[in-house]
């Protein structure tokens, strides 16, 4: 008998604490309520009816009495401040602030101007823009014009198709295979794309249509076979140069000492 009057004793304890705290929600939900926030009153409401219910549970099962189950009401209840945590995930900030009240914060939801210290006083003039003085710079490629253009020449031939495809008669690797576009051929097949993708529709070409990108492709394999024979043709003219200086010089040589003899 002593340790179940302990046991209520402890029971009744506890049941107060729950019902100061159910007070002070009481008070804090009606200040809420009065500033129209809908959502801390529902959510305030629903904590405070599930106390009560627990409460309400506790009591009767320390007084014995079980005519009414409160199980079922108190799982519903649960289940509500359940539904409501990722509503409270969302909102944390905007109730962050709200509990907090009228406290000072560094952090905002948009900038303030008038914290800036960059404002100019009255008296003071808007100082003008120097650039900042730096050394200059000293060119040091001492290579002639003509030798840089015959090394970009070299350059340009060593992506050529046409010296590709000697190569590749000379060597016994794979031949690898490659298609290129000229600027017009890429524009047409783009513009076709993207008029596919948007609308959902594939595009079937006329006749002329074929004739016109065929003529397209055979210009632009001429025109880099072209631009390759003209490469190669400017880079054996400068070595026949080349040659040429080099021949002269030794003819001037020789005669040199032909005369000294």
Same mark, same amino acid.
């Given at each position: 008998?002593?340790?179940?009057?302990?046991?209520?004793?402890?029971?009744?304890?506890?049941?107060?604490?729950?019902?100061?705290?159910?007070?002070?929600?009481?008070q804090h939900s009606q200040k809420l309520n009065s500033d129209k926030n809908s959502y801390m009153d529902l959510k305030l409401n629903l904590l405070l009816n599930y106390f009560v219910l627990f409460s309400s549970k506790l009591t009767k099962d320390v007084s014995g009495d079980n005519k009414d189950d409160l199980t079922k009401s108190l799982i519903k209840h649960k289940c509500f401040v359940e539904r409501l945590k990722p509503l409270d995930h969302k909102l944390q900030y905007q109730l962050d602030k709200i509990a907090q009240g009228n406290?000072?914060?560094?952090?905002?939801?948009?900038?303030?101007?008038?914290?800036?210290?960059?404002?100019?006083?009255?008296?003071?003039?808007?100082?003008?823009?120097?650039?900042?003085?730096?050394?200059?710079?000293?060119?040091?490629?001492?290579?002639?014009?003509?030798?840089?253009? #015959?090394?970009?020449?070299?350059?340009?031939? @060593?992506?050529?198709? !046409?010296? %590709? $495809?000697? &190569?590749?008669? *000379? +060597?016994?690797?794979?031949?690898?295979?490659?298609?290129?576009?000229?600027?017009?051929?890429?524009?047409?097949?783009?513009?076709?794309?993207?008029?596919?993708?948007?609308?959902?529709?594939?595009?079937?070409?006329?006749?002329?249509?074929?004739?016109?990108?065929?003529?397209?492709?055979?210009?632009?394999?001429? #025109?880099?076979?072209?631009?390759?024979?003209? @490469?190669?043709?400017? !880079?054996? %003219? $400068?070595? &026949?140069?080349? *040659? +040429?200086?080099?021949?002269?010089?030794?003819?001037?040589?020789?005669?040199?000492?032909?005369?000294?003899?």
């Amino acid at each position: 008998m002593e340790e179940g009057s302990g046991k209520s004793q402890d029971f009744a304890v506890l049941i107060k604490d729950i019902f100061s705290r159910v007070s002070s929600l009481s008070q804090h939900s009606q200040k809420l309520n009065s500033d129209k926030n809908s959502y801390m009153d529902l959510k305030l409401n629903l904590l405070l009816n599930y106390f009560v219910l627990f409460s309400s549970k506790l009591t009767k099962d320390v007084s014995g009495d079980n005519k009414d189950d409160l199980t079922k009401s108190l799982i519903k209840h649960k289940c509500f401040v359940e539904r409501l945590k990722p509503l409270d995930h969302k909102l944390q900030y905007q109730l962050d602030k709200i509990a907090q009240g009228n406290v000072d914060e560094d952090f905002k939801l948009k900038p303030n101007p008038n914290g800036m210290d960059t404002q100019l006083t009255v008296n003071e003039k808007p100082g003008i823009y120097k650039p900042p003085k730096l050394q200059a710079a000293i060119f040091t490629d001492k290579t002639k014009k003509s030798e840089r253009d #015959e090394e970009r020449l070299k350059k340009k031939l @060593a992506r050529s198709s !046409l010296v %590709k $495809s000697l &190569k590749d008669e *000379l +060597d016994d690797n794979p031949m690898e295979i490659k298609s290129g576009r000229n600027k017009r051929l890429k524009e047409i097949e783009d513009m076709q794309k993207k008029f596919e993708e948007e609308n959902f529709v594939r595009i079937q070409l006329s006749k002329k249509d074929k004739k016109v990108r065929r003529k397209l492709e055979r210009q632009d394999d001429n #025109e880099d076979e072209m631009e390759d024979v003209g @490469a190669l043709m400017k !880079l054996m %003219k $400068s070595d &026949k140069k080349k *040659l +040429d200086q080099s021949l002269n010089y030794k003819r001037k040589k020789m005669k040199f000492r032909e005369e000294d003899d």
